[in-house]
């Protein structure tokens, strides 16, 4: 695992935080656990998959059909595959989704939650999408993400927790996002999008206890009041975990 996903580590810690700051009492996940889903899930109420790299193609219950070899899919959608964390994330989500425990996904955690459901993603939106909307984070560094406005549908879990009325712009840092077209999983319902491109922001997993994924950084901490606008949504999330 890299440095930064450590429990320490200046990555992972912004998620912490934010759990912390809910009333949770956050507790770090890795690859070194991978066959130990269920042992480790019996002392948890829920989990969160959070942001990172790429998940490596050769890992998706229902890879695309490209055309071309995993190292050219590399080069050309521009991925960084962390295939450790891609076998131990996809195994533990099946292991949640068979417990029936709440899950908040945030960027490629969202995605996470679509490609284990045998969804598909846009690898890459810069190069596949046609957009005005820049969904990448600014090149000038970590302290700059991109923003845009954000569109919350009605009678959705995520409109139940952030107002559509209220909740219109969100901060942005990915270059993926889920496909809505190309194998959408049923059981999976888009609850956000980017109004401007149609791009998904958030999706739910239908007939579930409390199961929401969202594609922007509600943790980040360096966005200028990001973390504190979206806590409702980590609140949400540790009260669902403490009715399990």
């Known amino acids: 695992m890299r440095p930064g996903w450590a429990p320490k580590g200046e990555t992972w810690r912004p998620y912490a935080e934010a759990i912390a700051l809910a009333g949770g009492e956050p507790v770090h996940l890795g690859p070194d656990l991978l066959g130990r889903e269920r042992a480790v899930l019996l002392e948890l109420e829920g989990v969160l998959f959070s942001g990172g790299n790429d998940v490596d193609l050769d890992l998706y219950p229902n890879p695309p059909e490209l055309g071309m070899g995993r190292e050219e899919a590399i080069r050309r959608f521009r991925l960084v595959p962390e295939p450790d964390r891609d076998r131990y994330e996809l195994a533990l989500l099946q292991e949640v989704l068979a417990r029936d425990l709440p899950i908040l996904g945030i960027c490629r ?3 996470v939650m679509n490609i284990g459901l045998g969804g598909r993603l846009i690898l890459d939106i810069p190069t596949q999408v046609s957009t005005q909307i ?24 995520l409109a139940a927790v952030l107002s559509p009325q209220v909740y219109t712009v969100c901060n942005s840092r990915h270059h993926q996002a889920v496909d809505p077209v190309d194998s959408l999983p049923k059981c ?5 999008y980017s109004p401007v491109d149609g791009l998904v922001e958030a999706i739910e997993i239908t007939g579930r206890r409390w199961a929401i994924g969202v594609q922007w950084h ?14 409702p949504l980590f609140r949400a999330f540790v009260e669902a975990c403490m009715a399990s």
């Open 109 to 111: 955690g969202c995605q």
């Open 134 to 157: 820049r969904h990448p984070a600014h090149a000038e560094g970590e302290a700059h993400s991109s923003s845009h406005d954000l569109h919350i549908q009605d009678a959705t879990a």
């Open 188 to 192: 999976v319902r888009i609850s956000a």
């Open 218 to 231: 509600p943790e980040h901490p360096r966005d200028h009041e990001v973390r504190t606008r979206y806590a």
